[in-house]
């Protein structure tokens, strides 16, 4: 205990503390006269009415006395813990109450439901509507919303005629006003205009320095949120718009941060009260400022599915729009803005009618006239890219020089979120975040527009199947479903060659799946041939709009394989799938395989199967819901004071340096251009190039380029930019140089063929000034919270993980933890994980033979493996074991052992035996005499006999299993071994084992092994090895922060309560975690200080928050004028006496000096 704090005598309550009655309130009771009791109150009363008791049994027996003692104290422990264990059963309460700890823990408990989160006012919700003619950054307001939501405007002489208008509306009409306050002070008087009889009286009466809380209206700033809130983008500030009806409505590009659909979701709005809320939800939580998501700096905000769609459509090349069509889209690409020129290009067909291609009127979304400055450039893959860049058969490779649409047709490749190759993520970094906004409203506009005029819709029509493609799926069902039966015949007759470290049935089960993919592949192709290309469903695959080549095969021609957790429908009772089965019965549709589609119809046994695995898919999310929101709740709560400070140092609430700097780099993931890198040079060279041409400049050589370079890059200015990034940019220079040298060696006459590779000296100072600025925007700001990036980054792609098992690397047997189980594993930092594998690295790695001896040297072999029989012999006078070895069997199996090494296992064996026991008759024979035992005992020679076969002759114990694992790099087999077990440090000193180059994705045996710098490696890499094999991808920086906090105290802490409990210090931040009543408990006893510094304690405290802006101090000059006085209800001017005399304001002024 502190000493001064708290004494031992401070642990004995003589007084319990009775609280106010606002947190015991007595409720009035319908069914009975009288009040019904809060608990606390109850229990107060019981424990005065025991406490009288025992005043008044004075000459009782002791026992009788001790009795009313214990249920004294067992009374004022339920009154602090009504959860209490240990109550004996003839004390335990008859009812379950809430005591002050149950009040203080939990989600609803004071910390959690009323400290750290609060119900609040100006709020709405309803349900949400889409609407494209919106712009990307506004949201629709009901009127209904906007007379109840207001905000405090004060008067002031620019504005004073429209707060008297408003005042006259008063709260009915829009636009009105609810409330005046009038007067500055804090005491000023409150009128509520709906029950104002004269609205002009009062119009009149307004002064400067009123305030009028004014209805919300057009251009308002509101913080528009949908919960699940799993990422910082789902909270943005949007610009309202007032319209009629009863929905909140928002252009549907900006669904995918908030995770929104349309089918019944419903969002909440918040309407800042103060000029400083709005200035930061303006500047922070700007929609438009947040087109990008932190994870890994990909564009979020973006087009989808009927924009996509109508873009893709647009673009086709045998798409024409007439001159009125050609009008039409200018006008709505122009908008509400009357003044805004648009330029019609000229037409690009002229005979016999003047018709302008999709791509023309495309072009103008980006550039919609001369004077426009905006000049984008891109080349990019579409969805569809085959091959040859310039004459891709499906037209899909996209080019755009200076804002014109040259050649590909617009996909979700090009459009869509989730990709930095878009059109509207090189506007956001070539032109700002304005023009990709305004550019995508006008797609919205477009492509909504041509939908409806062109016709899009799907029908029932649209899916059924030709006689050709029923024929193709026939054929297709019989030749795949005989092979199946050749591979169960195999294996009935024992011919069926294993895979490595797979028993025949799973290697059977692992052929027939891959037949059956097949069948619904070859299928899916067959289908896509026989579709149309004006068929809608197909239209969407394509383009990437809504849904996949595979839903299409499943609707028209096939379902296919039903899986239940990777593997075919597993057999029930009887060994069969269904009762409508034969037992043991192995073929595909005993097993789950669907041959009918969605068109034809499933019959009853079909149903079942698909059903059995859209279960699995509904528990799945179920179960996974829960399982991310707790895992994101920890990432948070630890990693939530992590900020850039001044020094660009990554430091905790306690000023503990967790990283130097930043990411290694100090770069904000959300400016990443390229892959981790602030700059995609290729597309920035090429769009400079193409933005200034500088035809009358002479072009450089590749000498004149890498010196014209490192002149630049050696200058004063350029000193700000990092060693690596100036590393990076010389060697991308150095291939253009080397470009150009292998043109100029090139002899040709064409003027073009020499223009293709120029570069002047004018283009190449625009290009490394043009990194260079990226590189500084790039710079991640102090007062960063970083931390609570990190966890949202990790913990938000979660929701897409499945809590699957997946096979390894191709190997069917095996299996490695993946998905949320295995993130779990790993922040959790378990010393015991489900599926330990360490990948060996092979000295000899190209030799199939030298892998099969170090595997054998490392899988656990014992005596009972390579015996071919082990006998008892009993003769009149003796008796012994006689072990005979399968030579062939340990030839082939490359065991390194012989009757030599295998007596000397025996001998190290725990079985007690001794070289005199164990005689070495023949290559191929060992025979074993146990010591001489008592007469008619031959329970130690049984145990002997059940033992021998036990005994570890080769390999490591703790390796049950080795598996080859053989990969063809550039035409060579590579060969490398998957261990199953724990044991690191044995696998790394294996003769024949390449230590350095052997992995563990055990963390915690890695740091036991190689120390706390290999277990941070180990975690960053395996969370990125989890999350890769889910397609999300993250910024290493985000990984990097959370292994560097997990191991910043020298070992491994977990994201868990205990290594939450070693990485912070605040009472109040572990008590709103967990074990509220335990923290405080322990604070109280060992009289701890909490100095209120981190993000947890200041929101309870309600106090600024030291990050982001609250990171410094603001100091400014205090007003010299006096505060305006207060003024008094009997306030008379006659008691004023103003303090003329000098003489009696130099005695104020002594007086004051001397109590100062």
């Known amino acids: 205990m502190n000493p001064d704090c708290a004494t031992p005598v401070d642990l004995i309550l003589t007084r319990m503390h009775v609280p106010p009655v606002c947190i015991r309130p007595s409720v009035l009771s319908d069914l009975k006269a009288g009040t019904n009791e809060d608990y606390l109150t109850m229990k107060l009363a019981e424990i005065a009415l025991i406490n009288d008791v025992i005043h008044q049994r004075k000459g009782v027996s002791i026992n009788m006395y001790m009795e009313q003692w214990d249920f004294l104290q067992l009374h004022c422990g339920l009154y602090i813990n009504s959860e209490m264990s240990g109550i004996p059963l003839h004390m335990q309460p008859k009812k379950f109450g809430r005591g002050i700890v149950q009040r203080l823990k939990g989600k609803q408990g004071r910390f959690r439901g009323n400290l750290s989160g609060k119900r609040v006012d100006f709020t709405s919700r309803t349900v949400i509507s889409p609407d494209p003619n919106l712009r990307i950054d506004q949201v629709g307001v009901p009127i209904h919303v906007a007379k109840t939501l207001t905000y405090p405007e004060r008067v002031t002489p620019w504005n004073m005629e429209l707060m008297q208008k408003l005042v006259r509306n008063g709260s009915d009409t829009y636009p009105g006003a609810n409330y005046i306050l009038k007067g500055a002070s804090q005491y000023n008087r409150r009128y509520y205009l709906k029950y104002v009889v004269d609205r002009n009286k009062y119009a009149q009466d307004l002064q400067y320095g009123d305030i009028v809380e004014r209805h919300l209206r057009d251009d308002d700033l509101v913080l528009f949120n949908r919960q699940p809130s799993l990422h910082k983008l789902s909270i943005m500030t949007h610009r309202t718009k007032v319209l009629e009806h009863r929905t909140f409505r928002f252009n549907e590009c900006v669904c995918t941060p908030y995770n929104a659909d349309f089918d019944g979701d419903e969002m909440n709005l918040h309407l800042p009260q103060t000029e400083e809320a709005r200035a930061e939800a303006l500047v922070l939580l700007a929609n438009k400022s947040n087109l990008v998501t932190p994870r890994n700096g990909e564009l979020l905000i973006a087009a989808t599915q009927d924009f996509i769609t109508g873009a893709y459509l647009l673009t086709q090349k045998d798409t024409f729009l007439q001159i009125e069509q050609a009008r039409l889209a ?162 009935e007759k024992g011919l069926l060659v294993c895979q490595p470290g797979c028993s025949e049935e799973e290697t059977l089960e692992t052929k027939i799946l891959n037949e059956l993919s097949v069948i619904r592949d070859n299928v899916g192709k067959a289908c896509l041939k026989e579709l149309h290309p004006t068929n809608t469903p197909l239209i969407m695959a394509l383009c990437g709009s809504k849904g996949s080549f595979i839903n299409i095969s499943q609707m028209i021609a096939c379902v296919g394989q039903q899986a239940i957790n990777g593997r075919r429908v597993p057999n029930g009772f009887e060994n069969r799938a269904l009762p409508h089965v034969l037992a043991r019965l192995r073929t595909p549709d005993a097993k789950g395989f669907v041959e009918n589609s969605f068109y034809s119809g499933l019959v009853s046994k079909e149903f079942y199967f698909h059903a059995m695995g859209g279960r699995e898919g509904l528990t799945d999310t179920a179960v996974k819901t829960a399982e991310t929101g707790y895992m994101q709740r920890r990432l948070i709560k630890s990693l939530e004071d992590l900020c850039i400070h001044y020094d660009m140092t990554v430091r905790n609430s306690m000023r503990d340096i967790i990283q130097v700097p930043y990411g290694g780099d100090g770069l904000d993931p959300t400016y990443m251009e390229g892959n981790d890198c602030p700059v995609d040079y290729k597309r920035v060279y090429d769009h400079v190039r193409a933005k200034m041409p500088y035809k009358s400049e002479k072009p450089l050589d590749a000498v004149s380029v890498i010196n014209a370079t490192k002149e630049m890059l050696s200058s004063e200015e350029y000193d700000c930019l990092s060693n690596e990034f100036k590393q990076e940019l010389t060697a991308f220079l150095k291939s253009v140089a080397r470009k150009i040298a292998n043109r100029q060696n090139i002899v040709s006459n064409s003027p073009v063929i020499s223009q293709i590779e120029r570069v002047t000296v004018s283009q190449l100072v625009e290009f490394i000034h043009t990194c260079k600025e990226k590189y500084m925007r790039a710079k991640i700001e102090p007062g960063t919270a970083v931390g609570a990036l990190a966890a949202q980054s990790i913990g938000e792609p979660g929701t897409q993980m499945t809590l699957k098992t997946f096979h390894f690397a191709g190997v069917a047997a095996m299996n490695i933890t993946q998905g949320v189980p295995r993130i779990k594993e790993i922040i959790n930092a378990s010393p015991k994980i489900s599926t330990p594998i360490i990948t060996a690295t092979l000295v000899n790695d190209t030799d199939a033979e030298f892998a099969e001896r170090v595997k054998a040297r490392l899988e656990k072999t014992t005596l009972g493996d390579v015996a071919e029989y082990i006998e008892e012999v009993y003769l009149p006078d003796d008796h012994f074991l006689i072990i005979k070895l399968d030579i062939d069997r340990i030839k082939l199996l490359k065991l390194e052992v012989d009757v030599r090494s295998i007596s000397y296992s025996l001998c190290t064996s725990k079985l007690k035996l001794t070289s005199k026991n164990i005689e070495m008759v023949t290559e191929s024979t060992i025979l074993i005499r146990p010591n001489h035992q008592k007469e008619n005992s031959n329970f130690p020679f049984r145990h002997l006999t059940e033992a021998i076969p036990n005994v570890v002759i080769k390999g490591l114990p703790s390796i049950n299993r080795v598996v080859v694992h053989s990969e063809n790099l550039g035409g060579q087999m590579k060969f490398s071994l998957f261990v199953e077990g724990d044991n690191f440090r044995e696998v790394m000193a294996t003769h024949g084992i390449l230590g350095e180059k052997t992995k563990s994705n055990n963390t915690i045996e890695v740091f036991n092994t190689l120390g706390i710098e290999a277990a941070r490696t180990t975690i960053m890499s395996e969370i990125k090895l989890v999350m890769e094999n889910h397609g999300i991808s993250i910024d290493h920086r985000h990984l990097m922060l959370l292994a560097d906090l997990m191991t910043s105290r020298g070992e491994v802490l977990g994201i868990t309560r205990q290594g939450l409990a070693k990485m912070k210090e605040s009472v109040l931040n572990l008590a709103s975690f967990e074990k509220t009543a335990d923290h405080l408990f322990d604070a109280a006893y060992y009289g701890q200080k909490d100095i209120i510094c981190g993000v947890s304690e200041s929101i309870i405290m309600g106090i600024p928050v030291p990050l982001g802006t609250g990171i410094f101090k603001l100091l400014h000059k205090a007003d010299k004028n006096e505060p305006r006085k207060r003024e008094l209800l009997f306030d008379d001017p006659q008691f004023h006496k103003p303090l003329h005399s000098g003489k009696r304001l130099q005695q104020v002024r002594s007086r004051s000096t001397l109590q100062t």
């Open 330 to 491: 200018l006008c709505l690409l122009a908008g509400p803005d009357a003044s805004m020129v648009v330029t019609l290009p000229p037409p690009a067909i002229m005979k016999p009618a003047r018709l302008w291609t999709g791509k023309q009127i495309f072009s103008l979304i980006m550039r919609p006239n001369e004077e426009c400055p905006v000049k984008a450039n891109l080349k990019t893959k579409g969805k569809m890219y085959t091959t040859g860049e310039e004459l891709c058969v499906n037209d899909s490779y996209v080019i755009i020089r200076n804002s014109e649409l040259l050649a590909g047709t617009m996909d979700k490749a090009v459009l869509g979120s989730g990709s930095k190759q878009n059109i509207f993520y090189v506007l956001l970094r070539d032109w700002g975040e304005d023009v990709a906004i305004t550019a995508m409203w006008r797609l919205t506009r477009i492509t909504n527009h041509f939908n409806f005029e062109r016709g899009i819709s799907l029908g029932i029509g649209d899916l059924i199947p030709s006689q050709g493609l029923l024929r193709a799926k026939e054929k297709a069902l019989n030749t795949h479903y005989s092979t199946c039966n050749e591979y169960i015949q195999q294996m």
